[in-house]
C-alpha cells in the first residue's frame, strides 16, 4: 500500500471526525473526517480565521509551501489558518482511505457543496467559529470559495476565488471528462477495481500530459519557461516532472473529484439561477484569474465577476497558466500577496 497520502510527505494534518455528512445527490457518508492543517492562533474573539480548500491533486501542503508565511498576506503571526483538504483529495476521508463500506469505486457522488457543509460543521461544532476573516483557494478551491460565499453570505466577510469560476463552463466540464477517461480507458483500471494505483500507470501518464497541454500555456513553452525550472525539453518535463507528480495519486480518488469538479455550480442554491446565486454574495471578493490560464479564463471569470455586488475583478499576470498556482511564477505570488494584502485591509 502506497504511503503517498502520509504525513512524511504532505506534512502534518489532524483528522477531525465531523459526524455524518448527508449528501447532495442522496447517501451519507457516517464518520466523515477531514485532513486539516492549521497555522497561527485563533484569537479570544475568534475573528481572525481564515479558511483555505485545496484543489485537485493539491493537498494541504502545497497551500503551506507556496502561499503562507510571516510577512506574507497569509501571515500566521496575524491570522489563524485552517488548510481543509478536500475530500477525495486522498488525506480528508477519500476512496483510497474509506472503511470497507464505500471504499474505492463504492465511494459516493460528491458534490462542491458537500466539502462547504462538512467544512461548515467543522467550523461551527469543533472550532466554534461564527464568521471567517477570509476564504481563499485556487481552482476548485476557488470553487469552493464561490459556493462558500453563496451557501453562507453572512458567514464569509471576504473571499478570493483564484483561477477557477462560481459556475463550471461546458468547455471546462469536456476537458475534464478527457482526463477522466484518459484513467479509465486504461484496461488496469478495471471499472475502479485495481489492486493499486501503480497499475493504472499507463491511464496517470496520460492523464499527465492532456494536464500538460492545459494546465501550462502555449506561452509557457515558447518562453522556455520549462527549461528554466530545469528540464531540457517538453519530453523531459512530461517525464521527470508531470508523469511523476501524478503517479503515487489514486486514481478513484482523482475521479472523485473531477466528478465534483465538473459540476460545480452556485447556481444549485437557487434553483438553477446563477444570477441570483451570485447577487447572494455578500463578502468584499477579489476575483483572480490568471492571464494566461487556458481553461478558467479571465473572460469566464470577469461573466461572473460584474454580477457580484461587492467584487473587482484581479487578474494575476503569469505566462505559466493554470498551474502558476504551484507558485512556478514568482512575480505572479508577489501580485497575489499584494491583492490579499489590500483585501484584508479592515472594511
Ligand atoms: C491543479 C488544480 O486544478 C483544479 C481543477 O483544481
Same mark, same amino acid.
Given at each position: 500500500?502506497? =504511503?503517498?497520502?502520509?504525513?512524511?510527505?504532505?506534512?502534518?494534518?489532524?483528522?477531525?471526525?465531523?459526524? =455524518?455528512?448527508?449528501?447532495?445527490?442522496?447517501? #451519507?457518508?457516517?464518520?466523515?473526517?477531514?485532513?486539516?492543517?492549521?497555522?497561527?492562533?485563533?484569537?479570544?474573539?475568534?475573528? =481572525?480565521?481564515?479558511?483555505?480548500?485545496?484543489?485537485?491533486? /493539491?493537498?494541504?501542503?502545497?497551500?503551506?509551501?507556496?502561499?503562507?508565511?510571516?510577512?506574507?498576506?497569509?501571515?500566521?503571526?496575524?491570522?489563524?489558518?485552517i488548510i481543509v483538504n478536500q475530500i477525495g483529495n486522498g488525506l480528508s476521508i477519500s476512496p483510497?482511505? %474509506?472503511?470497507?463500506?464505500?471504499? /474505492?469505486?463504492?465511494?459516493?457522488?460528491?458534490?462542491?457543496?458537500?466539502?462547504?457543509?462538512?467544512?461548515? $460543521?467543522?467550523?461551527?461544532?469543533?472550532?466554534?467559529?461564527?464568521?471567517?476573516?477570509? #476564504?481563499?483557494?485556487?481552482?476548485?478551491?476557488? !470553487?469552493?470559495?464561490?459556493?462558500?460565499?453563496?451557501?453562507?453570505?453572512?458567514?464569509?466577510?471576504?473571499?478570493?476565488?483564484?483561477?477557477?469560476? %462560481?459556475?463550471?463552463?461546458?468547455?471546462?466540464?469536456?476537458?475534464?471528462?478527457?482526463?477522466?477517461?484518459?484513467?479509465?480507458?486504461?484496461?488496469?483500471?478495471?471499472?475502479?477495481?485495481?489492486?493499486?494505483? $501503480?497499475?493504472?500507470?499507463?491511464?496517470?501518464?496520460?492523464?499527465?500530459?492532456?494536464?500538460?497541454?492545459?494546465g501550462w500555456s502555449t506561452e509557457f513553452f515558447r518562453a522556455a519557461r520549462h527549461q528554466s525550472?530545469?528540464?531540457?525539453?517538453?519530453?523531459?518535463?512530461?517525464?521527470?516532472?508531470?508523469?511523476?507528480?501524478?503517479?503515487?495519486?489514486?486514481?478513484? =480518488?482523482?475521479?472523485?473529484?473531477?466528478?465534483?469538479?465538473?459540476? %460545480?455550480?452556485?447556481?444549485?442554491?437557487?434553483?438553477?439561477?446563477?444570477?441570483?446565486?451570485?447577487?447572494?454574495?455578500?463578502?468584499?471578493?477579489? #476575483?483572480?484569474?490568471?492571464?494566461?490560464?487556458?481553461?478558467?479564463?479571465? !473572460?469566464?471569470?470577469?461573466?461572473? !465577476?460584474?454580477?457580484?455586488?461587492?467584487?473587482?475583478?484581479?487578474?494575476?499576470?503569469?505566462?505559466?497558466?493554470?498551474?502558476?498556482?504551484? /507558485?512556478?511564477?514568482?512575480?505572479m505570488m508577489e501580485q497575489l500577496d499584494l491583492y490579499l494584502k489590500d483585501l484584508l485591509l479592515?472594511?
Open positions: 500500500m502506497s =504511503n503517498y497520502y502520509s504525513q512524511e510527505i504532505h506534512g502534518p494534518y489532524q483528522l477531525i471526525n465531523i459526524g =455524518n455528512l448527508n449528501l447532495y445527490e442522496g447517501g #451519507v457518508i457516517e464518520e466523515c473526517f477531514l485532513a486539516i492543517s492549521t497555522f497561527g492562533k485563533l484569537n479570544s474573539e475568534k475573528s =481572525n480565521a481564515i479558511l483555505i480548500p485545496t484543489w485537485y491533486s /493539491g493537498t494541504s501542503k502545497i497551500m503551506l509551501d507556496a502561499y503562507i508565511g510571516e510577512g506574507r498576506a497569509l501571515d500566521p503571526d496575524k491570522y489563524f489558518i483510497s482511505n %474509506a472503511p470497507e463500506k464505500i471504499h /474505492g469505486k463504492k465511494f459516493p457522488k460528491i458534490r462542491i457543496c458537500d466539502d462547504v457543509d462538512a467544512q461548515h $460543521k467543522l467550523l461551527k461544532e469543533h472550532f466554534k467559529i461564527n464568521q471567517l476573516e477570509l #476564504v481563499v483557494g485556487g481552482s476548485m478551491g476557488a !470553487q469552493q470559495t464561490f459556493e462558500w460565499s453563496v451557501r453562507y453570505p453572512d458567514f464569509v466577510k471576504r473571499a478570493a476565488p483564484i483561477a477557477g469560476t %462560481a459556475k463550471n463552463s461546458e468547455h471546462d466540464f469536456v476537458f475534464t471528462d478527457t482526463l477522466i477517461e484518459a484513467i479509465t480507458s486504461d484496461p488496469a483500471y478495471q471499472s475502479g477495481d485495481y489492486e493499486n494505483s $501503480k497499475q493504472v500507470s499507463i491511464g496517470l501518464e496520460r492523464h499527465a500530459k492532456l494536464w500538460t497541454v492545459m525550472l530545469g528540464f531540457k525539453d517538453i519530453h523531459d518535463f512530461i517525464a521527470n516532472f508531470m508523469i511523476p507528480y501524478f503517479s503515487e495519486m489514486d486514481p478513484n =480518488n482523482l475521479l472523485t473529484m473531477a466528478y465534483k469538479w465538473q459540476r %460545480a455550480d452556485v447556481s444549485l442554491n437557487t434553483e438553477g439561477d446563477l444570477l441570483s446565486a451570485l447577487r447572494k454574495i455578500k463578502a468584499k471578493t477579489y #476575483v483572480m484569474p490568471i492571464s494566461h490560464d487556458m481553461f478558467f479564463t479571465c !473572460q469566464d471569470c470577469l461573466a461572473e !465577476q460584474k454580477s457580484i455586488k461587492n467584487s473587482q475583478l484581479k487578474v494575476l499576470d503569469s505566462i505559466d497558466g493554470h498551474l502558476g498556482l504551484f /507558485g512556478t511564477d514568482s512575480k479592515e472594511i
